[in-house]
């Protein structure tokens, strides 16, 4: 089965009582049973529900894995990877995430004594010097953010497994329409279903997938017991989201393509970071993994000036001054203040992550109108 057809069909099915093409809501906190333990697969909407199981079965399909396991939010579904962890054990992360993640191995976990360090995972054959006998999990993004660097997956999953290491990516930038890591020897594949898959900013959402029984069963086990689950509602509106995934995603890379190369030839513009230029450092990388460069462009100001961002950021009237990313609008954003506001400077500094670089999430409007406004946001500055 093609992408375009998995987003409509995988997992969906016509309800059984009604023949209702769309996957019902259901809305219920509990499951009447026939007698204790006799029941139709559902016991309490905690642990099951319909309309979740199939949203999970369909994002599984979509990343070519065999499990999908659904959270409350990307960072939820974080946390369930790194409560497989015990004391002592470590994460080796890509040195440019997002701030949450990162706030979240380090203000969150480092106290239970999960320690996490960061490294370039760009430079595949440097990263064996890094890895000790307590990395249990290496932690990819790719793209990352806001750099826009790209990993390669299936040299990293080498060395993973050699080692007898995890490997999860965090899979969000790309969406599984670009990208499927699964394919190139993950083990586990990661999602703010918030984003690309949601597609509307109208949903929180985090989704595991792997192929792996083992991590599936830990995974769900983590999910019912610790009950960081979404609810019907929002389960329904992201499997809504995905029956245009590959749509809107085409749409966004083909605007962000062109943005890219409009910013490229502005005279205030320093530096544009987007994997589809040729002198990209990672774009041999990307078109080997890639099926397309992605709808999210970062740049930077000759200036190096905060001051000047702020102009730009305050003066865009189709680009919104707002956090997340992967809508049909477009978004425009201050990493160093906003999404990653929680890394330390000197860290931020040492990525190339300035008090100057926008980060723009680029919709599927009409890519003139996009670039007309910022022509006008920049031309004031």
Not at 99 to 122: A, H, K, N
Not at 130 to 148: A, C, D, G, Q, R
Not at 236 to 257: D, M, P, W, Y
Not at 321 to 338: D, N
Request: aromatic share 8%; glycine share 8%.
């Amino acid at each position: 089965m093609k992408f375009g057809t998995k987003v409509i069909h995988a997992g969906v099915h016509p309800d059984p009582s009604t023949g209702a093409i769309m996957t019902p809501i259901y809305q219920t906190s509990t499951y009447v049973q026939d007698a204790p333990g006799k029941h139709k697969g559902f016991e309490y909407a905690r642990s099951q529900n319909p309309t979740r199981k199939v949203l999970e079965e369909n994002v599984a399909a979509l990343e070519n894995g065999r499990y999908g396991i659904c959270f409350a939010s990307g960072l939820a579904a974080m946390d369930a990877v790194v409560k497989t962890l015990k004391t002592g054990d470590e994460v080796l992360a890509v040195n440019d995430l997002y701030g949450g993640s990162y706030r979240l191995l380090r203000r969150v976990y480092e106290q239970f004594g999960i320690e996490s360090r960061f490294v370039d995972m760009t430079k595949a054959d440097e990263l064996e010097a890094y890895i000790t006998n307590k990395t249990k999990i290496l932690w990819v993004e790719t793209p990352t953010n806001p750099m826009l660097n790209v990993v390669d997956i299936a040299a990293i999953a080498k060395i993973a497994k050699a080692r007898r290491i995890k490997l999860v990516v965090d899979n969000t930038f790309a969406s599984p329409f670009l990208q499927t890591p699964l394919n190139l020897g993950a083990d586990v594949v990661l999602h703010s279903a918030t984003k690309y898959l949601g597609g509307h900013s109208d949903v929180v959402m985090g989704v595991l997938v792997t192929k792996s029984k083992a991590l599936a069963d830990k995974f769900y086990f983590i999910q019912n017991a610790s009950g960081a689950v979404p609810g019907p509602q929002d389960c329904f509106l992201v499997l809504r989201g995905i029956k245009t995934l590959h749509l809107r995603v085409q749409r966004s890379c083909e605007n962000a393509k062109a943005i890219a190369n409009f910013l490229i030839k502005h005279p205030r513009v320093s530096k544009v970071y987007y994997p589809g230029f040729k002198d990209h450092p990672s774009h041999k990388v990307a078109k080997k993994q890639m099926r397309a460069f992605g709808g999210m462009v970062s740049f930077d100001f000759k200036s190096n000036s905060f001051a000047t961002a702020k102009k730009v950021l305050r003066r865009t009237k189709l680009f919104s001054l707002a956090e997340s990313l992967g809508g049909v609008e477009s978004l425009i954003g201050h990493p160093a203040s906003m999404t990653h506001a929680s890394i330390p400077k000197e860290e931020r500094m040492k990525v190339g992550l300035t008090d100057s670089l926008i980060r723009l999430s680029v919709g599927v409007e009409d890519v003139q109108d996009l670039i007309a406004d910022l022509e006008q946001a920049m031309s004031k500055i």
